[in-house]
């Protein structure tokens, strides 16, 4: 990126030249230039403050002679929080200059919204102007830090995001850069947070029929390769999988003609070759029918997002990798279909997972917890400091939690409470979910076998019975379970994500290893 001239030196080089034009003009006489600049202002605490400018906006506002604090006043209302107002003419470097609203400027972690409220707002802003430029067809748009250079780059670089890969009409691009401040070190960290999220989502919106368990390992194994020699990735073919007895994630994968892949990624950030890793283990179903037990055809197009476990860890090393955290990761995704053809597992077969226990497969919908039975079991073998499991596992989890909040099922406090500080950080919140006994006994009283994949009372506790399965295969003393079927796409909640597949919780899990990183306390 080019190096920027501190804010005053470039505004005043050019000031004899700037000029305002009043509300009047056109957007299209100034955008001549494509040039856009986005600027914070905060709300007033008291009724007779005047207009709370950033830093950056304040220095801009001194260069054009008050003339945007004076058409701000003049227009007679606030900018609020999340919204924008545009102007033209103001300057002749920037021919369109955005302003967004803030919201308090004595914002901060908000404890009964588990978020830091102030990253959040800056994110929205930012991601609201952005939008805006890029409507307006404008192609280099630098932007204000808010006062977090690094949230103000998610909020560019996530807000921008949108799948039109396979569409002959595509969104302007729009390239984003920080203006008028030296932290360009946080801006670039929050742009890696949110390009890590951006591959999440890509891959999680991606047909299922582009997308098979195949091309997503050629796509990680080509993300992976361009961040440096510290990572190895082995795609598993489906004769590794019979040689290591994963019996439960091969009854899922034989209903389907496209092959089973167990990706593994291997990144090796920690100058002690010798410690112990974090593991990352991410549901990988690239379409889910059901199987047998077949979906409601409404909405099972949303099905190619089931691998949004898979998505999100692998996305989420791809990032630790680029951030070269000093921290060892393991990424494990089992890979697969699960469609209905003749030899697919049928309601009431029993398989057997790789460490040896039987299970009743009482619904062929409830497969997520198979392929992760036989990946957990493999995760033991690499003596981890802690196992972290994601997957878009229950429907249960979206009616318990809607897309509030991640759902976490942990038999670790220590790892519960770095979990929870990392997602108050993103913004993209984790909510601890039980893991009592008395869901334990629903799925391991079964008729036929030693588990049950349902349970014996399927609608009830549905999230809670599915993460009793799971613990049955660790015996780790820190694992948690991240069930992110209730985050896994977005409508409007999420204000600077647009419309489709969340991507959520990778900024978390990428947050989470990078304090890891840190923590001797986990070694």
Not at 384 to 392: E, H, L, P, R, S
Request: aromatic share 8%.
């Amino acid at each position: 990126m080019m190096m920027l001239l501190p804010l005053r030196t470039v505004l005043q080089r050019s000031v004899s030249r700037s000029c305002c034009r009043g509300f009047s003009v056109s957007p299209q006489t100034y955008n001549s230039g494509k040039k856009g600049l986005i600027l914070g202002v905060y709300e007033k605490d008291k009724e007779e403050e005047s207009l709370v400018f950033t830093s950056a906006g304040d220095t801009f506002d001194n260069v054009v002679s008050g003339k945007l604090r004076d058409h701000l006043t003049r227009s007679g209302s606030l900018v609020k929080k999340g919204k924008t107002r545009i102007f033209y003419g103001l300057h002749e470097d920037f021919p369109s200059v955005a302003v967004v609203g803030l919201g308090k400027k004595s914002a901060g972690v908000n404890h009964d919204e588990h978020w830091n409220e102030s990253k959040e707002n800056v994110r929205t802003a930012v991601s609201a102007g952005c939008r805006q430029m890029q409507d307006l067809e404008i192609a280099h748009v630098e932007v204000d830090p808010c006062g977090d250079a690094q949230a103000a780059a998610e909020g560019a670089v996530l807000g921008l995001f949108e799948y039109d890969e396979l569409k002959k009409k595509k969104k302007k691009v729009v390239s984003t850069q920080l203006y008028g401040s030296h932290d360009n070190e946080a801006w670039q960290k929050g742009a890696l947070y949110a390009e890590g999220q951006n591959l999440a989502r890509y891959l999680m919106e991606a047909p299922a029929n582009h997308l098979t368990p195949t091309k997503f390992a050629e796509v990680l194994e080509q993300k992976l390769g361009k961040v440096g020699s510290n990572v190895k990735v082995f795609t598993r073919s489906k004769t590794w999988i019979e040689e290591q007895q994963m019996g439960a994630f091969l009854s899922v994968a034989k209903g389907s003609d496209e092959p089973p892949v167990f990706l593994e990624i291997h990144y090796s950030g920690s100058p002690n070759a010798k410690e112990s890793p974090l593991v990352f283990v991410g549901k990988g179903v690239t379409f889910d029918s059901g199987g047998i037990s077949l979906k409601p055809s409404s909405g099972m197009d949303a099905m190619r997002g089931d691998m949004g476990g898979a998505a999100t860890v692998c996305s989420a090393i791809v990032t630790a990798a680029a951030l070269k955290l000093p921290i060892n990761i393991i990424g494990l995704a089992p890979l697969c279909e699960n469609m209905p053809n003749g030899r697919a597992n049928k309601p009431g077969d029993v398989v057997k997972a790789r460490n040896g226990k039987t299970i009743q497969v009482d619904n062929t919908d409830a497969e997520g917890r198979l392929l992760l039975a036989d990946a957990l079991c493999y995760a033991h073998g690499f003596n981890a400091k802690a196992i972290v499991n994601a997957a878009t596992l229950t429907g249960a989890m979206d009616v318990a939690l809607g897309s509030a909040a991640t759902g976490v099922f942990t038999n670790s406090s220590w790892l519960w409470t770095r979990l929870q500080e990392a997602s108050i950080v993103t913004g993209d919140r984790v909510w601890r979910m039980p893991l009592f006994e008395h869901y334990s006994k629903q799925v391991t009283e079964s008729a036929l076998a030693d588990l049950n994949n349902i349970g014996k009372y399927s609608r009830s506790g549905g999230a809670c019975t599915a993460a009793a399965f799971l613990k049955e295969f660790v015996t780790a003393p820190h694992w948690a379970h991240l069930d992110i079927a209730g985050v896994m796409s977005n409508k409007d909640e999420v204000p600077y994500l647009r419309k489709g597949m969340s991507g959520r919780p990778t900024r978390t899990l990428i947050e989470f290893a990078a304090r890891l990183s840190k923590d001797k306390s986990s070694t």
